[in-house]
């Protein structure tokens, strides 16, 4: 073309400018019905795209495109379109701008700086921003009043000059050692950002768009006009479409874009102008373009402001080796964000529970969306081709994994592997050591339950043995109570009175004699056939067999029987038969006897605390005497019965003593008490 234009200039000087302005025109008409027919065939208008301005366009480094718009942040894989604003992550819908670092995006809007790092989202508020940069792990922001450097979730100011502290900054970059800042007062170029010593003002004019060519850096001026920096020296002044909206470096071409003249491509080497591309010599219907932006296979992506987004194809498109990234990983059913599972060369350690584990896995190709296909390996385990891009794996046994996942484009561009490295611990239970104590622990078990057993058994018998003996002696204590109930001494002097009064014809005393004599003896066979009597048949034996001694004492006494028993019938309280009936014996034989004085006995009941107290009282000569005159004799039956009373109430339960009226013995009283017991 600029071989025909500089004929048409010789041409010019030679023949007359009527002639010349015809063939001109023609020119024109001619090289723009080239352009359109060589144009159109390239450009491809996609399908669905969001129906909104897209005022930046870039890739990450899946090969997704991501495009900054009034409506949102749009993510685009080659055949669908995914929406972040603030109906799911944003803060606000307004992206003015963004920028992609390894697996986290930087995306600034009216009001906010937000990150979004995997699938989570981090706000931060700020003024309107309109670039974002980073250099050497710092990232800067550029924004309508003034610059700001992010650090520890917090965007600082950064004092440069009053001139730029809250100046509209509209783009910034970093170039041959220095930063460069274009803003609305003037063009800048400062050593550094934080506490910079250099300050130098280039131009005072507004300054928006930046762009690094070789050496030289390109700014656009007053949105009209191309200057070419070279240094610290405007070195090229191009005038150019009105209205820029963009400036992008494409192989060795600079495309320029506007809201109004549509594209202009400049030779990146010597800024001379090479073509045009608007609504009449393409598929654009519209002359407003915001953005534009080369993939990696050097397809131009074009957004226009009726069209949303076109694609511009190249005339032989590259083949390009497919690179997987594995966009996920979710250990039981939660998404794994403490590494990135695309760069993590370390093994990672899962609890056993922890046995579910996924993946997920993305390779992006704009051109062909549907010709990818996915194949993972597991250890031994390798799944055929397919599109889907995840796979759950679900309650895996405990051991070492190894992970691996390609992709393929045509069935032919084969990936690298993808290897992901992770290992479930075996359960505590399962673990050698732990079965070892385990074992262990219940050896010690059976032991110590053997010993127990062994020990409870012993017990028992011990105990049973015990009982046995406690019967044996119970029963031997009940044979001899029996058997002392009724004293030979006693049946002899009884028999002896029935004689005597039979001998002097008194028959009433023997008649009554023998009557109470036979009332005894059958109540003691009666009651020897039973372990208790009632109170009141036994009170009315114990008066037989008073009545009987007092018969056949010399000795004159008397006796009383009291009782309180709280309501109680005294036939309805139970009591081992004749168990006073030796203590009485032994009150007149050994207390009474010896009196110079009439004697008395006193008998009573009580009852106490679910226990009945039996006392038997006589004003004889008392516990000591009785004892010098006992001299060697021991009553026998006192002391079975004073056994069979602990036997039944335990130690405590059973007490002879002397009863006193200051220094002088007047009596002695036998107490015991045994369990109330009743027979309803």
Request: net charge positive; with cysteine.
């Amino acid at each position: 073309m600029m071989g025909l234009v500089n004929n048409f200039i010789t041409f010019y000087h030679n023949t007359k400018k009527v002639n010349a302005l015809f063939l001109v025109l023609g020119l024109f008409c001619s090289l723009n019905l080239i352009g359109q027919n060589n144009t159109n065939q390239d450009f491809v208008i996609i399908k669905n795209a969001p129906e909104t301005t897209i005022t930046s366009i870039k890739q990450d480094q899946i090969g997704h495109l991501w495009m900054a718009t009034p409506q949102g942040l749009i993510q685009f894989d080659g055949t669908e379109f995914s929406h972040y604003n603030a109906k799911n992550s944003l803060l606000t819908n307004y992206v003015t701008t963004f920028s992609i670092k390894k697996d986290s995006l930087f995306i600034g809007t009216k009001t906010h700086l937000s990150i979004k790092v995997n699938a989570t989202f981090h706000h931060f508020k700020s003024k309107k921003i309109n670039k974002i940069i980073f250099d050497k792990g710092i990232t800067y922001v550029a924004t309508d009043e003034g610059l700001y450097y992010f650090n520890k979730n917090y965007l600082h100011p950064i004092e440069i000059n009053t001139q730029l502290d809250f100046a509209k900054i509209n783009d910034i970059i970093f170039h041959n050692g220095s930063f460069f800042i274009a803003s609305n007062r003037g063009f800048w170029k400062v050593d550094q950002l934080i506490n910079p010593n250099k300050r130098i003002q280039l131009n005072s004019e507004t300054y928006s768009i930046l762009l690094q060519n070789g050496s030289e850096l390109i700014a656009v001026k007053n949105t009209n006009t191309i200057a070419v920096f070279d240094g610290n020296k405007i070195t090229q002044t191009i005038k150019t479409i009105s209205k820029i909206t963009s400036v992008t470096k494409i192989e060795n071409e600079i495309w320029i874009t506007s809201n109004k003249e549509s594209i202009e491509i400049l030779d990146a080497s010597t800024y001379l102008f090479k073509r045009k591309i608007n609504k009449y010599n393409s598929k654009l219907s519209s002359d407003s373009v915001y953005a534009i932006y080369a993939d990696f296979q050097k397809n131009r992506w074009i957004s226009t402001k009726n069209e949303g987004l076109i694609r511009y194809k190249k005339p032989i498109a590259e083949l390009r080796k497919p690179i997987l990234f594995i966009e996920d990983i979710q250990v039981s059913y939660q998404s794994l964000d403490s590494i990135n599972p695309n760069n993590f060369d370390g093994i990672l350690k899962l609890k056993a529970k922890q046995s579910t584990i996924s993946f997920q896995y993305k390779t992006v190709d704009l051109l062909h969306p549907n010709k990818i296909e996915y194949r993972w390996t597991l250890n031994a385990k390798t799944s055929n081709w397919s599109r889907t891009n995840s796979i759950v794996f679900r309650d895996l046994k405990p051991s070492n994994y190894t992970f691996s996942v390609q992709a393929r484009v045509f069935g032919s561009q084969e990936s690298e592997h993808r290897i992901f490295t992770f290992v479930i611990a075996t359960p505590f239970y399962k673990k050698t050591w732990f079965l070892i104590t385990f074992s262990a622990f219940l050896s010690f078990l059976f032991i110590a339950f053997t010993v127990r057993y062994i020990r409870v058994l012993k017990r028992k018998n011990e105990q049973q043995i015990t009982s046995l003996q406690l019967k044996n002696h119970l029963l031997s204590l009940e044979q001899k109570a029996l058997q002392l109930q009724m004293n030979p001494h006693f049946i002899f002097n009884v028999l002896n009175g029935i004689k005597a009064a039979g001998n002097a014809g008194n028959k009433t005393e023997m008649n009554a004699t023998i009557s109470k004599f036979a009332t005894l003896l059958r109540a003691i066979l009666n009651n020897s056939r039973t372990e208790d009597v009632a109170l009141q048949e036994e009170i009315n034996t114990l008066k037989n067999y008073v009545e009987l001694e007092q018969m056949i004492h010399s000795k004159s006494f008397d006796y009383e029987i009291k009782t309180q028993l709280k309501g109680i019938d005294p036939e309805e309280i139970l009591i081992p038969s004749m168990l006073l009936q030796p203590f009485i014996e032994n009150s007149i034989k050994h207390g009474i006897q010896p009196l110079n004085k009439e004697g008395l006995i006193v008998l009573k009941f009580e009852v106490k605390s679910s226990f009945l107290h039996c006392t038997i009282d006589d004003n004889g000569v008392g516990l000591q005497q009785s004892k010098t005159n006992k001299k060697q004799y021991k009553s026998v039956a006192i002391s079975v019965n004073r056994a069979r009373i602990e036997n039944f109430s335990g130690k405590n339960s059973f007490t002879i003593k002397e009863l006193k009226d200051k220094e002088n013995t007047i009596g002695t009283r036998v107490w015991f008490k045994i369990p109330l017991k009743t027979d309803y």
